[in-house]
């Protein structure tokens, strides 16, 4: 049988006292815009009238401390402390304090409160519930939260976000103790790999000089005081090749310590390499990745192949225009992804002699062709291939992506 709002009060302040953040959340879902107290301390002149009016009501005394009545003589003991949240709700603005002294290592614009409850709230909550209905009640957890995030308002003038925090706060009642899980920041670009031999992304084992990643991250991990990025990239190039487009990826700045960053500068300085360039920095939320990752966009490359023999009948590479081309997994990245096969549409091919035994061959392919395969044929894992078509074994290859067509 569900209690009225009369029932409910009284049924709370039957048998210890209750504060009036207690009471009040115990109805935080009727009528807005007061807050808990606000509404506690109507609840408690509400019964406290009803008293005085002559009703008998068997209620703890204390709950009365401080109101005068007008037909009722009464004796009033202070209370000591709120059966239900043990005065809980003085001490935040000293525990606002100090989670502001934590969060001051960080540069924020918006923050969110959460905590981790005592055995002992959970458990005088649960109590209170079962008495008297949680059909209008708030959860103590999140009044805690609520206030706390208020009071570091006041401290900071930083905004409470609960969809996108800079910073979110996990405060332990249990401890004291404070943690704090910093967002991290995105970084959309576009780059140039203008040299062969380095890879994209950092490689756990230090086998390279240096990559794509570590060459933009350098500039961003000075400014922000970040530890370290992940790299999204809208695909990859292999070592041994350059990428002359431009290639859309998202930097990820990990816990950084500083948000306020000079982008043009960060630029500049990367754009000092020789060996990467970016444009278009901006800074984008985390979809962002995923939109990336997910993008196929057609490629053109240019590929100069040095073959064994001279070069003839260089028109039968117009047979690869508009043709399906069906790939297994090449042997070179077996060890890392599993054999299967995959059909891609070559879309165009354009041919140039260079010499007897080498050309230069411009070639527009469906997103996820390997172009290496597609000329070498990778011993009959690929099919058909410029060098099956040509008869003519490939001795080497040095290959440009030219053109990414995302735009």
């Not at 009225?4 to 709370?12: A, R, T």
């Not at 208020?150 to 976000?161: D, P």
Request: charged share 35%.
């Amino acid at each position: 049988m569900l209690l009225d709002v009369k029932e409910k009060v009284i049924e709370m302040l039957k048998e210890s006292y209750v504060c009036d953040r207690c009471l009040g959340r115990a109805m935080a879902q009727l009528l807005t815009g007061m807050t808990n107290e606000e509404r506690g301390k109507i609840l408690r002149y509400y019964v406290a009238m009803l008293i005085d009016s002559g009703e008998k009501i068997d209620v703890e005394n204390s709950n009365f401390y401080g109101i005068k009545f007008h037909n009722k003589k009464i004796e009033i003991e202070k209370p000591h402390e709120c059966s239900v949240c043990s005065n809980l709700f003085k001490e935040l603005k000293k525990k606002a304090k100090s989670i502001v002294k934590k969060m001051k290592k960080y540069g924020y614009n918006t923050f969110l409160v959460g905590c981790k409850l005592t055995p002992e709230l959970i458990e005088k909550e649960q109590e209170l519930w079962d008495r008297v209905g949680i059909e209008w009640c708030e959860s103590i957890k999140n009044e805690i939260n609520r206030e706390i995030g208020i009071e570091i308002e006041k401290i900071t003038g930083k905004t409470m976000n609960r969809k996108s925090p800079d910073v979110t706060v996990m405060f332990d009642l249990n401890t004291d103790d404070v943690e704090l899980s910093v967002r991290s920041l995105y970084i959309y670009g576009k780059y140039q790999k203008l040299v062969r031999g380095i890879p994209q992304t950092r490689w756990r084992k230090k086998i390279f000089r240096t990559s794509v990643q570590e060459v933009i991250e350098k500039p961003f991990l000075k400014q922000t005081k970040t530890e370290s990025t992940r790299f999204h990239g809208s695909g990859r190039e292999d070592i041994n090749v350059r990428c002359l487009a431009w290639r859309p990826f998202v930097l990820e700045l990990i816990s950084p310590t500083i948000r306020n960053i000079d982008l043009e500068r960060i630029k500049s300085e990367i754009n000092q390499s020789k060996k990467v360039k970016v444009k278009d920095l901006k800074i984008v939320g985390k979809e962002v990745v995923r939109i990336i990752k997910s993008a196929d966009y057609d490629k053109t490359y240019r590929a100069i192949v040095a073959f064994e023999k001279p070069v003839e009948n260089i028109k039968r590479l117009d047979e690869l225009k508009g043709t399906i081309i069906t790939q297994k997994t090449p042997s070179r990245v077996l060890r890392r992804r599993s054999d299967k096969i995959r059909k891609r549409k070559v879309k165009s091919i354009k041919c140039k002699f260079l010499s007897k035994n080498k050309v230069e061959l411009t070639i527009t392919a469906q997103a996820g062709l390997y172009i290496k395969e597609l000329i070498d044929g990778n011993e009959g894992r690929t099919e058909p291939s410029v060098a099956g078509l040509l008869n003519n074994k490939v001795k080497k290859i040095e290959l440009d992506v030219i053109k990414i067509h995302c735009d």
